[in-house]
């Protein structure tokens, strides 16, 4: 049914139940009325025995806190006492205590009544409804008491139900004093609803017709109830059944407790805290079991957010009930108040809400549904008005005619299964017949590949003792090939049937259709090794966002791209889009095969697919095309194809464009850059924890990075954000991290993409890297872990999943460079005992010698010994004058030693500024002097340079020593290679390429000299 014809018959059903509650009202409400005013109802000129009765409201009397002796003003109205004016009927709150937010106190109320002297029939009161004490007094005589009224919690008991008091003598004039307390009921005090003044006549007959419209109400009620349970019983064991008749019991409970509360009429032994609970417990629990029958037969056409929104207020009332029944004391109950009414007035709009979106989307008994579920909202809207407004008799028929919308509803539903029963068994019969020859395509389609992977995983079986050779490697890549060719076989198969049967559910949002095409493209390219194919994106800059389920959209789009790799041979593939009116039409063209004109006219139908002699990807059982023509049905778009045989083909598709767009989409370059390098720039000034771990998040969507960085707030991380892979390729120079999470489709640079280039610089153990999607195919895993991804997760992320596997591969990096800086420490450590024994003895000969030299060679000595065993040289950077200071001292110390076969060049420029790694220089001197200069007899020159660059610092170290091959080059920086000759080389330049993304340059040539030089980048 369209939203327009459903508005129409909501619209005329409101107007129908307003209009017979209007004629209602002016039957029963007399607008003549008099009001009391300033404590006084001058009712001389009204003759009571000609009306029904009227309602004593208006402003009465108020005396806060005080129990008001009824005899001390006797016959007139006196206000010594302390006073004020409160309006009858109204929760007393704001006049009896001084904090507005409890009713919790007592107070005297008082009104004097002047009547018709011509009035012989006997009067009566009927009180309704005073919270939760009172003592009435007439003339100063006490003529009725519910419960006790007291000054305090411990002697108060507390009756608010309805009662009568009848006035045989006939008087001229009424002091109506009432004592009131309320020490229970926290909801609201004092007199709640209208006293009643009338003929004892009119007063009964107004009481007998408000008490057989709410009997016969519960008992309507309560039959239906009893219908559910029968239908239960007896035709089908349905939760939804059982949800209903409950329903139905609770509503007939609410009739009997509210009101004038016939449940205390028939059973009157009822404690207060009992009837309270059952008051509370039959209104939330009939919107309860409402909502849950409501949501079981309409769980198919929910939408998330809306089944979201059914959950969290299911669970809302379930922790109300729980609290009901289990807390002592009723004044604790605080929640009658606000969890009461959220509850109430939000099922109000929640009911109507969902039976409007399931009778929207096709099932059209739920219309019965829904305007029984807005008769009853609008009988709840009503009572609250009335209570607070006017006064008059139970109206039912609003009740009664949501009952016979459900009764309507359900003999529509029988009928309507029957016929659908009929047309099912018949379907039924043509499907076993196709059944049969699917079972007979899909079972030989499937053999074949599968043998195909046994046979050649039994040949690479048989050969597994010897390394691999090209004939292996090429079985193994068709053992790949294979195996990829079956997923997406029965991914289709289990797509075509979550299709037929409706299981499949979009959720649609703003999505950024070049970063799918380009993650599309990317898991492609590992499928097309072999293939001059050319994959080329034609999508502007400016096109607006789509409105799509990004993963369908992903496969829509893979299925088209993979059918034309599949019937090309080589050639250009090129995925285009236009924007046109409110719709983007997107273009999938290919330079293949081709078309004929009969096969386009059956190419979208499941199992039909092109000439497979001219297909270069043998397999597949034609589903892929069908996929996507329901996808983008479902999306409300179409899908058609152009192609000539020998020219190619080009199949379009289009999709709505997002009503909510993204504010960078039509930003222009020139301002994007302009942002993002402000971005970047921002990002690399941001306080940061030095104790915590850095982590580098990359996604398009700023919603999504809000929820990762709202998921990861309360960790022990430093979370840096951007939105491009060209941003995070910055951002790695700027800080040394210890994680990077990706989303996967990404303009321009896909995260596929992005790993690939991370992993360029950075191994699998010194970066991990984290990738989110919201596909969680086989062929996407794959393609993840082929591109370097330590791990994989998909959206939408459960954030202790997500915390889990961020902490494993930080503390995977953490080991890593732990393991780096006890490398660091070991250097540190590493002084030989023969550079100790030496130093020494060199230490003894010139104290004999030259004492001075002597004692600045001590100097040197113990600032060489204190500059290495400083704790700071665990950092992981220091200021370049503390590793220079080191430097100093050992080679003064190695001068001392080896006087005229070792010099030393300086050349420092002034004002740098920079920090670098600790035992850098140190131990790349220590090493050319060791292993180069001191391995010639007549020793030679180091020189050390830093010198400033555009960019960076050049920190250079040079000695015309022995050099070395280029062999032994390559070898310094293995992992053999350490265990032969330390790990100061090695470890020093996998810390500045962990630090600043470039380590060590080494330049040598045996019986020259050797170069070794490295960058720092500079400061600000």
């Not at 409400?29 to 000129?45: A, W």
């Not at 005589?141 to 411990?154: D, E, L, P």
């Not at 029968?230 to 409970?253: M, P, Q, S």
């Not at 799918?516 to 001059?532: S, Y």
């Amino acid at each position: 049914m369209t939203k327009k014809k459903l508005l129409i018959i909501v619209g005329v059903f409101v107007f129908i139940i307003i209009s017979f509650r209007m004629i209602w009202i002016g039957i029963f409400l007399n607008q003549n009325d008099p009001h009391v005013q300033k404590g006084i109802l001058d009712l001389r000129k009204l003759d009571l025995q000609e009306r029904s009765s009227i309602s004593l409201n208006g402003q009465w009397l108020f005396y806060p806190g005080q129990f008001v002796n009824p005899n001390s003003y006797k016959g007139e109205l006196k206000m010594n006492n302390p006073h004020s004016w409160i309006t009858v009927p109204k929760d007393w709150r704001e006049a009896v205590t001084k904090e507005r937010n409890t009713p919790f106190g007592y107070g005297t109320y008082r009104l004097q009544i002047l009547l018709n002297p011509k009035t012989t029939q006997s009067l009566s009161f009927y009180f309704k409804e005073i919270r939760s004490a009172s003592s009435v007094y007439i003339n100063g005589k006490k003529v009725y008491a519910k419960g006790n009224t007291s000054t305090n919690r411990k002697d108060s008991v507390t009756d608010y139900s309805p009662f009568k008091i009848d006035l045989k003598d006939h008087i001229k004039q009424i002091d109506l004093v009432i004592h009131v307390s309320n020490f229970e009921s926290y909801r609201s005090g004092g007199i709640t609803k209208s006293i009643q003044l009338g003929t004892t006549t009119a007063i009964e007959k107004g009481r007998i017709v408000s008490f057989l419209m709410q009997f016969m109400v519960s008992v309507v009620l309560f039959l239906h109830g009893v219908y559910a349970i029968i239908i239960f019983v007896l035709y089908g064991r349905k939760k939804e059944i059982i949800y209903l008749a409950i329903t139905f019991f609770c509503a007939a409970l609410s009739v009997l407790v509210d009101d004038d509360k016939l449940l205390l009429y028939l059973f009157p032994s009822i404690e207060f805290h009992w009837w309270f609970r059952l008051y509370y417990f039959s209104y939330v629990g009939s919107v309860f079991f409402l909502v849950l029958f409501l949501k079981k037969n309409g769980a198919m056409n929910l939408e998330r957010k809306l089944s979201v929104t059914i959950n969290l207020f299911l669970g809302i009332c379930i922790i109300y009930i729980s609290l009901l029944f289990n807390l002592n004391h009723i004044s604790e109950m605080f929640l009658n108040t606000l969890l009461y009414a959220l509850i109430m007035y939000f099922s109000v709009l929640l009911t109507p809400v969902i039976l409007w979106g399931v009778a929207t989307k096709g099932d059209t008994g739920f219309i019965y549904m829904l305007l029984g579920a807005i008769s009853i909202a609008l009988n709840i809207l009503w009572g609250a008005v009335k209570s607070r407004v006017f006064e008059m008799p139970y109206y039912p028929f609003d009740f009664i005619l949501g009952v016979i919308c459900f009764a309507a509803f359900w003999f529509k539903r029988f009928f309507q299964t029957s016929n659908e029963s009929k047309k099912l068994n018949e379907k039924l019969k043509r499907m076993d017949k196709r059944k049969d020859e699917f079972l007979a395509n899909t079972s030989h389609e499937l053999r074949n590949p599968l043998h195909g992977i046994i046979n050649i995983a039994q040949t690479i079986y048989e050969n597994e003792k010897n390394p691999l050779d090209e004939q292996n490697k090429k079985n193994l890549n068709i053992l790949l090939s294979v195996s990829r060719r079956m997923s997406l076989i029965l991914n289709d198969l289990l797509d075509i049937s979550r299709l037929k049967e409706g299981k499949i559910l979009l959720k649609k949002e703003s999505v950024n259709l070049s970063s799918v095409v380009t993650a599309v493209f990317d898991m492609l390219q590992l499928m097309v090794e072999g293939k001059d194919i050319t994959f080329k994106m034609e999508i502007p800059n400016r096109l607006p966002y789509v409105l799509a389920d990004e993963n369908r959209l992903f496969q829509i789009i893979f299925n088209l791209v993979h059918n034309a790799v599949k019937y090309s041979n080589g050639g250009i593939i090129t995925v285009s889009a236009q924007l046109k009116k409110e719709w983007v039409h997107i273009n999938v063209k290919d330079n293949g095969v081709g078309i004929d004109e009969k096969t386009i006219e059956s190419i979208f139908q499941p199992y039909e697919q092109g000439d497979s002699r001219m297909n270069s990807i043998p397999g597949g059982i034609g589903l892929g095309l069908s996929i996507c023509e329901q996808l983008v049905k479902l999306h409300e778009g179409t899908i058609c194809v152009k192609s000539s045989i020998g020219k190619g083909s080009t199949f379009t598709f289009t999709l709505p464009i997002a009503k909510k767009q993204k504010p960078n989409v039509i930003a222009p370059s020139v301002i994007k850059n302009e942002v993002e390098s402000q971005r970047i720039k921002m990002k690399t000034e941001k306080s940061k924890n030095s104790e915590f771990q850095n982590l580098l998040v990359v996604d398009d969507d700023p919603v999504n990075l809000s929820i990762l960085e709202s998921i990861l707030s309360t960790q022990p991380y430093n979370v840096v954000t951007c939105t491009s892979g060209k941003e995070a390729l910055s951002l790695l120079n700027n800080r040394n991290w210890d994680l990077v999470i990706s989303d996967v489709m990404m303009p321009k640079m896909s995260g596929y993409e992005l790993t690939r280039k991370i992993r360029e610089r950075f191994s699998i153990s010194e970066l991990p890297i984290l990738l989110l999607t919201a596909r969680s195919q086989m062929e996407d895993t794959q393609t993840a872990f082929y591109y370097g991804a330590n791990d994989y997760v998909t959206k939408p992320v459960e954030g202790l999943e997500l915390t889990a596997r961020i902490r494993a591969l930080t503390d995977l990096k953490r080991s890593i460079n732990d393991r780096v800086k006890m490398e660091a420490a070991w250097l540190q450590a590493q002084i030989k005992p023969h550079f100790l024994f030496n130093t020494l003895n060199t230490i003894v000969a010139l104290s004999e010698i030259n004492p001075s030299k002597m004692i600045n060679l001590l100097n040197e000595f113990g600032n060489y010994l204190y500059t290495s065993f400083d704790p700071s040289n665990l950092n992981q950077l220091i200021p370049l004058e503390n590793e220079l200071e080191l430097v100093r001292s050992y080679l003064y110390i190695e001068k001392e030693r080896f006087e005229d076969r070792l010099n030393v060049e300086w050349e420092i420029e002034k004002d740098i500024n920079i920090e670098i790694p600790p035992l850098s220089i140190q131990t790349l001197v220590e090493n050319g002097i060791k292993h180069g200069i001191l391995k010639r007899p007549s020793g030679g020159i180091i020189k050390i340079q830093i010198k400033k660059q555009v960019e960076v610092v050049e920190i250079k170290i040079s000695d015309n020593g022995v050099g070395m091959s280029y062999d032994t080059q390559k070898a310094l920086f293995t992992s053999q290679e350490k265990h032969s000759s330390g790990i100061g080389i090695l470890n020093t330049d996998k810390r500045l390429r962990q630090l600043f993304g470039s380590g060590l340059q080494i330049d040598s040539k045996p019986n020259t000299g050797t170069v070794v030089s490295f960058n720092i980048p500079k400061k600000g």
